[in-house]
């Protein structure tokens, strides 16, 4: 049995940071060795505007979602409630009052990631209960449709973008699994499990049939989801010293981050060609989001620091407010814009940015 890895929200086990090791080629993946790129000291600054800074719940909220349209957004963490906010009167800068939700529901388990279906008419939450269940925004039920089930906590889920019904969730007893109620006439939920060597931490739909999947062994793997059984590409582990924790998609590239306070950009080919150290994570889930050019991550310095892809000196960094010690960012992500950032951390505080890019070599912090 694998050992656990050092990686926390609450109540999560700790996660062994000594991977199994595999030689290269053994098993038919292309185990790519990689070389850093020198990155560009050339990025432009960016000021980052506070908008909105609130108190969203009594702990932590390790998730954060916004809809396709980009007109409502989702909260959940460890109170165990989903939480739904309009946008519009987040952003508005003359509201008197700061953003209240104006719906919730209580998901009957601490809550690890939130993502709304492609219609935007369901919000899916990966629970701690090992169960990926659907609530319906539309109708306002509060009783949730249990989809898929599996023995350790669910850490993530991700919606397919383009194929309505298409979900991806990854666990900790090692499974990543594609949820599919296409067939059938969408009478069903049909469950396809990927058994990985550790615990799985994170998944994302890459393009329209590839799924990244991330491991406590310090894997990232791809996918086809057309034919799952054997996976199409394997990263070596040699940029991260721990965990994989997150992986977010940005552009052509894929971004990765562990709890050895790195965050790694990929090419295509698995080609390492930028690596981003000043935050701090050496313990729990802080987020992480990308945009074409951006890097947002969370830190356990109550930070949020923002990264431009072409140099590893953050262009800006903000502290998130919080009435008591230890507080660590839990939760990022950017709009679908890319012009506001909301960030959440441990003490249940919620901070909206707006975020301003200017021609500078100089970070602003």
């Not at 719906?103 to 919000?123: E, R, T």
């Not at 309505?164 to 699994?177: E, I, K, R, V, W």
Request: proline share 5%.
């Amino acid at each position: 049995m694998s050992q656990p890895m050092n990686l926390k929200r609450h109540n999560s086990p700790n996660y062994s940071s000594q991977p199994k090791r595999y030689r290269s080629g053994e098993d038919g993946i292309d185990h790519i060795e990689i070389c850093q790129i020198a990155p560009s000291p050339d990025s432009p600054a960016l000021t980052m505007d506070e908008v909105h800074c609130y108190k969203g719940c009594s702990d932590i909220i390790s998730s954060i979602s916004f809809n396709n349209s980009n007109t409502q957004y989702a909260t959940g963490g460890i109170n165990k409630y989903l939480m739904l906010y309009d946008f519009a009167n987040s952003v508005a800068l003359n509201h008197p009052e700061p953003p209240r939700a104006f719906w919730q529901v209580y998901a009957n388990s601490k809550i690890s990631s939130v993502i709304f279906s492609n219609d935007s008419d369901n919000l899916f939450a990966g629970c701690y209960d090992g169960i990926v269940k659907s609530f319906a925004i539309e109708s306002r039920k509060k009783d949730p449709i249990e989809i898929a089930s599996f023995p350790g906590k669910v850490w993530s889920i991700d919606s397919h973008v383009q194929q309505p019904g298409l979900l991806a969730s990854a666990s900790h007893d090692g499974t990543a699994a594609i949820i599919d109620r296409r067939i059938f006439h969408k009478m069903a939920w049909v469950v396809t499990r990927l058994k990985m060597v550790d615990s799985t931490t994170c998944v994302k739909f890459r393009k329209p049939t590839e799924l990244c999947v991330t491991c406590a062994d310090r894997s990232i793997t791809l996918y086809d989801i057309r034919n799952s059984k054997k996976p199409i590409l394997q990263f070596t582990r040699s940029r991260h010293n721990k965990a994989v924790s997150y992986v977010s998609l940005s552009g052509e590239h894929i971004i990765s981050s562990g709890i050895d306070s790195k965050v790694c950009c990929w090419s295509e080919a698995g080609d390492c060609v930028g690596e981003y150290s000043s935050h701090k994570n050496n313990r729990n889930f802080t987020g992480l989001s990308s945009t074409s050019e951006l890097i947002a991550v969370g830190s356990e310095d109550n930070r949020v620091y923002v990264y431009n892809k072409k140099s590893s000196v953050p262009v800006c960094n903000r502290f998130l407010y919080s009435p008591i010690p230890q507080t660590f960012v839990s939760s990022v992500t950017f709009d679908h814009t890319g012009e506001y950032l909301l960030a959440a951390n441990s003490a249940g505080y919620i901070t909206l940015f707006r975020l301003d890019s200017a021609q500078s070599t100089h970070p602003t912090i």
